[in-house]
């Protein structure tokens, strides 16, 4: 179920967290949404704060800093998507593969996607520095904050563990464990 702005509703049991999913936009800004409200310490923010960072992180895409995201999580090759297609799906589409490892780098953030029976283990790209933010993927289709940001910690490796293609595990072994 995708909850309205505003309505709120238990995080899924397998985290074991009392914080709640809340509702934000479905206005294909979600996750911009989302993220202001983890920022806020999982409050849901006016609609113009979602946009506005939307905006603001499309503005500053170049090629180069496209290029240094790409390049930052390992890739050797050029980027899949040409620039001129990132930066529209950036500035305007659904918020996808292409552009999340890109929202993540710049935002200096490990957005983990959350369903009912586990996290979604499609979007790989995380740094052990990073402050993490537990988003809800709501019916497939709508991103919903869990909570607010919460630093690398070491309990967080054990919530991470239940990742099934086991990302997580690979992201603790980059810190030398």
């Not at 996808?96 to 996607?113: A, G, H, R």
């Not at 990073?130 to 809800?136: E, H, M, S």
């Amino acid at each position: 179920m995708i909850l309205e702005p505003g309505q709120s509703a238990p995080a899924p049991a397998f985290l074991g967290t009392n914080d709640r999913r809340q509702g934000v936009w479905a206005d294909g800004s979600c996750l911009f949404h989302a993220i202001s409200a983890a920022r806020a310490g999982g409050r849901v923010q006016p609609i113009d704060r979602g946009l506005a960072l939307r905006a603001s992180i499309a503005r500053r895409a170049t090629p180069e800093r496209y290029l240094r995201a790409w390049r930052a999580y390992g890739h050797k090759d050029a980027p899949v998507l040409p620039f001129h297609e990132f930066k529209a799906k950036l500035s305007t589409g659904y918020s996808d593969m292409y552009t999340i490892p890109y929202i993540m780098w710049d935002q200096k953030l490990n957005i983990l996607f959350v369903e009912d029976d586990g996290f979604y283990c499609g979007v790989d790209y995380f740094h052990p520095t990073r402050k993490n933010l537990l988003v809800y993927w709501a019916a497939g289709e709508h991103f919903e904050p869990i909570g607010g940001t919460r630093p690398p910690t070491q309990a967080l490796e054990n919530l991470y563990g239940s990742c099934s293609m086991g990302f997580f595990q690979r992201f603790f072994n980059l810190r030398g464990r």
